[in-house]
Structure formats: C-alpha cells, structure tokens
C-alpha cells in the first residue's frame, strides 16, 4: 500500500507507517495528479483541492481530509469515480471554542465589554458551535442561538449534553436586532435554501440595531471583507476577532489592521484537535482497507503559562494568548501561509 499524507498533518506520520509499505508526505499545495498516479490512499488539508483533475486515472480508492470543513472536496466527482471520502467532524471543536473564549475574556479586560450583560448570538450550533454556547453559558452571558438547518429538523427547543437549559432558536433578524457579539460557526455553502456565502454582506451589517463585535472562525466567505471594513470604519460594528479571510493566503491587510485580533487560520490549530483528526483518520482507513489498527495517537504533555495580560494562572489565557498570533500576522501578512503551516500547536486545558 502508498499513501500520500500533507506533510503539516502532525503525529499522523509514524502510525500511517505501520501500516503502509510507502508513505509519501508532500506539501498539501503542491500535491499533484502525478503524486497520486500510484496511491492507494490521500490524507490531506483544505489546501489540496481533491478532484478529477488530482484523482483522474489514479489508483486512489480512500481520500481522508484532516479537517472538519470539506469544500475542497468534490464529493460528487469522487462518488462517480468510486473512491470512498471521509472527513473529521468536530475534531478541533474544542480548540475553536477554546479561541472564542479566550478572545471574549480579552475583549473583556482590553476593550470593557461586561461578558455578563452581554448577548451572544451564536450563528451556527453544531460541534463548534454548541461549544462556544456552552462557553458563554460558563461567562454568564445571555445566548441567541441562530440555525436554521438545525430548527428545521430538530424540536424548537436545544436540550442536549452542551446545552443543559433548554434554548430557542431565533431567527437572523433577532440576532441583528439584539446580539452585542455575533460569531459565526458555519459550513460554506455557496448555493440552496441555506446557503452561507456572504451571510454577512453590506445588508446584514446596516440591518443591526446595535453596534456589535464580529467574530469569525468558520470560513472566510461567510463573512464580506469588505462589507465588515466598511461597517467598521462607518461604526456600524464595534471590532472583530478574525481567524478566516476571504481570498486566503492573500488576505486583505487593511482590513487585518482594523480588527482587534486576526489570526492566521488556526483557531482549530490544537494539539488537541490534530490528534483526534489523526484517529479519526486512521479509523476509517483501517475501516476501508480492513487493516489492524496501529493504536491512539495521544497529544503532548499539557503546559500551562502566566499569562501575560494579568489573568491568574488557571485562567483560559495561561493556555492560549490569541494576541500572540494576531501580532504575528499583523506584523508581516505575507507570512499567512508560513504561520499557519509552522504554528506552534498549542494544548486545550478542559
């Protein structure tokens, strides 16, 4: 058996070798039609588009993404051409809602939001953001959850092991109408019923009643760039926490330097995350090729740190400090790609 694996996939690589007669790791970019030509099997990223024009006249039967989001799959190519795909839902939930957290306590103690009297609306309540609902539970704020996928098929009320308190959804309007904070936790979708490309656009921001924070860590086309720049400058939007840009790797630097934090795609970057992509990865390939399985990854050792905004040291901030990475890239943009594939992968606390 070859399989080809990205080489910024950490951890993954000494298992897949117990299991393969060749393991290839090439730059998750750069990976082409005549990598492939002789492989069994693909691991990838969002940053190799798996379609006919990679796997045509390939050997390929299995292609696992590492990641929760799979818009760089063509699903319905790879179903015609026969080859079996799988991704890793909610592998890196708890890193996102790790970075949401830590961004609200830093919007608390740098900007004065008061968490608890604050509304979060919560755009998006599936792995992530059934997390980030249970965080602002945890920070006492008062919680608007809109999905409107999830209320079409689900009872009215959220009553699940994240949500202890039963919760109505609301519709968008609600959200732009009452939310001091809105942050998004969607697919990309760019057509149908529920289509999320642009779901906030130049509308959605003059439609808010007050003038809240953005948060963004789903896909950077959920959100308009430059309808969030401009309601920025024109006060209609207090600040922004970005961790996904439109157009990525070449992201907008007016808009980087205008927002409170911009990161450089790696609100999921934890050890954490990774290793439970790796599993799940490894799981269904054992699966697929009826393979034994080589056993669990395990993450590093967990480290904590004084955190240096004066937060104690059990806080969430002696973990993870998003404005280290946000001064990073605000520093140099044209690292983007660099920062993201060399991040210093960090550990969840809980």
């Keep these: 058996m070859k399989i080809i694996v990205d080489d910024k996939i950490p951890y993954i690589e000494e298992k897949l070798h117990l299991l393969a007669d060749e393991v290839v790791a090439l730059p998750g970019a750069k990976i082409s039609a005549d990598d492939v030509r002789d492989a069994d099997a693909l691991i990838v990223r969002t940053r190799t588009r798996c379609d006919e024009q990679l796997l045509k006249d390939s050997k390929v039967q299995f292609v696992a993404t590492a990641t929760i989001g799979f818009d760089h799959i063509d699903a319905e190519y790879l179903r015609r051409a026969g080859i079996w795909w799988t991704n890793c839902p909610g592998c890196n939930s708890g890193s996102v809602a790790q970075y949401v957290e830590c961004s609200l306590l830093l919007l608390q103690s740098e900007l004065g939001i008061d968490l608890r009297h604050s509304t979060i609306g919560i755009v998006g309540c599936g792995h992530v ?3 980030v609902y249970a965080v602002a539970q945890r920070l006492g704020m008062r919680m608007l959850v809109c999905d409107p996928p999830l209320a079409a098929t689900t009872p009215q009320q959220i009553s699940t092991t994240h949500h202890p308190s039963p919760t109505t959804f609301v519709s968008m309007d609600v959200l732009e109408r009452e939310a001091d904070i809105i942050t998004f936790h969607v697919p990309l979708t760019r057509s149908g019923q529920y289509a999320t490309y642009h779901l906030a656009d130049e509308g959605f921001f003059r439609r808010l009643q007050r003038t809240p924070i953005i948060i963004n860590t789903s896909r950077g086309e959920v959100v308009s760039g430059d309808a969030l720049l401009q309601a920025l400058n024109e006060g209609r939007v207090r600040d922004a926490v970005l961790d996904v840009w439109e157009h990525e790797p070449q992201l907008d630097v007016h808009l980087l330097q205008r927002v409170f934090i911009g990161t450089p795609h790696i609100a999921g970057y934890s050890a954490d995350g990774k ?31 004084i955190p240096e905004c004066g937060a104690s040291a059990d806080s969430p901030l002696a973990f993870y400090d998003p404005r280290t990475d946000s001064s990073r890239l605000k520093s140099d943009p044209a690292q983007f790609e660099h920062l993201r594939n060399h991040y210093p992968l960090r550990r969840e606390p809980y």
Excluded: Q, T, Y
Aim: proline share 15%; charged share 20%.
């Design 275 to 305: 290793v439970n992509a790796d599993n799940m990865v490894i799981d269904a390939l054992c699966h697929h090729f009826r393979l034994p399985h080589p056993g669990r990854i395990v993450p590093p050792p967990l480290e904590a740190k």
């Design 129 to 131: 953001g059934s997390k």
